[in-house]
Each structure stands twice: as structure tokens, then as C-alpha cells.
């Protein structure tokens, strides 16, 4: 474990640095202080990494929950790319496995439905009185000449066994990043994230329950942050930046100005 001067002070960078250039910033300072790295790796959620599987040809993706030292676990196919040792990477029990799988085969759908695109992952792990997982989902626009754009979503939660009933905690962490540049708008980036937390109860009657319960956890998540981003975020946004920038030039703005009060003048008279 690092020194948690050393890892607090780490986190306190990344947060002043441009949000778009996380991944960078982040490299950049495990290689500073190698120390840090599992522990940086493992807290500070990065824009999410597409691989494709090579034993079924699928894409999935890659974050910290999936991976063991330089090798990641395919979803698809339960192995690690590039291959580990005998007994080294951690795969979740039978029972958790094949609910990883519906569950992969569950968010799989809402991506083309609600996405249209894009790539999603499901990974799924063993933990006392129950089991936890991450849902990850992906959509980017390929750069042109115009921008680019790119969400992702993680969702991180922990499942606890309580009779008939399950106790459900969810962290979900929304990385947002815009780009774009014209003759009249000039350069504009726009990124960052949004992290929200929620925990519930409901009721359990099988493994199939599971899925039905994290997927409603999921999607009512997405549905509120993605209002909060839209009705909230760009709209101040577009409100300070319609205050202290117009797109219109300096004279066609006099000319209206002055048109306006010539129309007040002959109203008065």
C-alpha cells in the first residue's frame, strides 16, 4: 500500500488536471512513483479500452476489475489474453459464471438498444454472503475533422444474500468527452465525470432474479444521470457560454442593436 500522502496527493492532481488526458495523467504518474500504481489503477476510473477476443472474435473491454498484472479476462471466452499461469487469474465460481453470462447476454441487448452501437461488458466475482460485478458500456464517435465524442459507463456493485431478499449497493461513474472545432465556434472540449451511488433492497427468488434486479438497477441509473447531464450540465453550460460569447460578428451585433433602438425611437414618438 502507498503512502497515503503520496496517494492522496496523487488524487488531488488528477482531479486539477484536464479530465480529457486522465489516462495520460495517470500513466504519466505511475511512472513517477511506481508505488502508486495497483492503488491509482484501482480507484480512478479512465476512459475505457476496447480488445477484441481472440477465441470468439468478439470485442469487450477492458478496466481494472478484469485484469491480472498485463493479461485481461474476456468475458466471452472466461480466459486471460495474453495467457497467465496455472492458478494465477481469478475467474468467478461456476454458480456466479453463468449469471455473468446472462448477464452479458441482458446488457448486450440494452447496448443495441439504447446505444445503437458501441461495445458493453459484463465481469462478475465471488465475494462473502454474495457476489459483485461491474456492467461497462462504451460509445464513441470516430474523430473527424469536425470532433469527436465518447461516453462510458461503469457500473460497479455488490449483491448480498438476505433470505428471500437481496441488499444491492451500486456506484456508477459516467466519463463524458466532447470535442469539437469550426471556423465560426473555434475549439471546444468539454469533458468529465459524474459519479452517483445508490443501495436497495429487493426481492430474490432464483439467480435469474439477479439479473432482472441489477439490470433495473442499471438502467434506471443511466436514464437519471444522462437527465442530469442533459437538463443540468450543458444547460449552464450553454447559458454562461451564451453570455460571454456570441457567434455572431461584432458588427452584424451593433447593426441589430442599432436597429433596435431606432424601432424604440419611432415607437416613442
Same mark, same amino acid.
Given at each position: 500500500?502507498?503512502?497515503?500522502?503520496?496517494?492522496?496527493?496523487?488524487?488531488?492532481?488528477?482531479?486539477?488536471?484536464?479530465?480529457? /488526458?486522465?489516462?495520460?495523467?495517470?500513466?504519466?504518474?505511475?511512472?513517477? $512513483?511506481?508505488?502508486?500504481?495497483?492503488?491509482?489503477?484501482?480507484?480512478?476510473?479512465?476512459?475505457l479500452e476496447v480488445r477484441r477476443c481472440k477465441k470468439t472474435g468478439r470485442d469487450y473491454l477492458l478496466c481494472d476489475y478484469?485484469?491480472?498484472?498485463?493479461?485481461?479476462?474476456? @468475458?466471452?471466452?472466461?480466459?486471460?489474453?495474453? *495467457? $497467465? @499461469?496455472?492458478?494465477?487469474?481469478?475467474?468467478?465460481?461456476?454458480?456466479? #459464471?453463468?449469471?455473468?453470462?446472462?448477464?452479458?447476454?441482458? +446488457?448486450?441487448?440494452?447496448?443495441?438498444?439504447?446505444?445503437?452501437?458501441?461495445?458493453?461488458?459484463?465481469?462478475?466475482?465471488?465475494?462473502?454472503?454474495?457476489?459483485?460485478? %461491474?456492467? =461497462?458500456?462504451?460509445?464513441? +464517435?470516430?474523430?473527424?475533422?469536425?470532433?469527436?465524442?465518447?461516453?462510458?459507463? +461503469?457500473?460497479?456493485? *455488490?449483491? !448480498?444474500?438476505?433470505?428471500?431478499?437481496? /441488499?444491492?449497493? !451500486?456506484?456508477?461513474?459516467?466519463? !463524458?468527452? !466532447?470535442?469539437?472545432?469550426?471556423?465560426?465556434?473555434?475549439?471546444?472540449?468539454?469533458?468529465?465525470? =459524474?459519479?452517483?451511488? %445508490?443501495?436497495?433492497?429487493?426481492?430474490?427468488?432464483?439467480?435469474?432474479?439477479? +439479473?432482472?434486479?441489477?439490470?433495473?438497477? %442499471?438502467?434506471?441509473?443511466?436514464?437519471?444521470?444522462?437527465?442530469?447531464?442533459?437538463?443540468?450540465?450543458?444547460?449552464?453550460?450553454?447559458? $454562461?457560454?451564451?453570455?460571454?460569447?456570441?457567434?455572431?460578428?461584432?458588427?452584424?451585433?451593433?447593426?441589430? #442593436?442599432?436597429?433596435?433602438?431606432?424601432?424604440?425611437?419611432?415607437?416613442?414618438?
Amino acid at each position: 500500500m502507498a503512502q497515503p500522502d503520496q496517494f492522496d496527493s496523487a488524487l488531488d492532481l488528477l482531479r486539477r488536471l484536464n479530465p480529457a /488526458h486522465t489516462t495520460q495523467n495517470l500513466n504519466s504518474i505511475c511512472t513517477l $512513483v511506481p508505488d502508486l500504481t495497483e492503488d491509482l489503477l484501482s480507484s480512478v476510473d479512465q476512459p475505457l479500452e476496447v480488445r477484441r477476443c481472440k477465441k470468439t472474435g468478439r470485442d469487450y473491454l477492458l478496466c481494472d476489475y478484469n485484469r491480472d498484472g498485463d493479461s485481461w479476462r474476456s @468475458p466471452w471466452s472466461n480466459e486471460f489474453e495474453p *495467457e $497467465v @499461469p496455472d492458478g494465477e487469474g481469478t475467474v468467478p465460481s461456476d454458480r456466479v #459464471r453463468k449469471m455473468e453470462v446472462r448477464m452479458n447476454e441482458a +446488457i448486450d441487448v440494452y447496448r443495441d438498444l439504447y446505444y445503437e452501437g458501441g461495445s458493453s461488458s459484463v465481469y462478475f466475482w465471488d465475494v462473502d454472503d454474495g457476489f459483485a460485478g %461491474v456492467v =461497462l458500456l462504451k460509445k464513441s +464517435i470516430s474523430p473527424q475533422s469536425s470532433g469527436e465524442a465518447a461516453w462510458d459507463s +461503469i457500473h460497479v456493485f *455488490e449483491a !448480498l444474500d438476505r433470505a428471500r431478499m437481496a /441488499h444491492y449497493k !451500486l456506484t456508477s461513474t459516467v466519463i !463524458l468527452q !466532447l470535442g469539437s472545432s469550426g471556423e465560426s465556434l473555434g475549439k471546444m472540449d468539454l469533458s468529465g465525470n =459524474l459519479t452517483r451511488q %445508490v443501495e436497495q433492497d429487493m426481492p430474490v427468488e432464483n439467480d435469474g432474479s439477479h +439479473i432482472v434486479n441489477v439490470g433495473k438497477l %442499471v438502467e434506471d441509473m443511466e436514464g437519471k444521470m444522462r437527465n442530469l447531464l442533459q437538463e443540468v450540465y450543458f444547460g449552464k453550460a450553454k447559458d $454562461v457560454v451564451g453570455d460571454l460569447r456570441s457567434i455572431p460578428t461584432l458588427s452584424e451585433a451593433n447593426k441589430d #442593436r442599432e436597429t433596435q433602438r431606432e424601432m424604440l425611437s419611432s415607437m416613442n414618438r
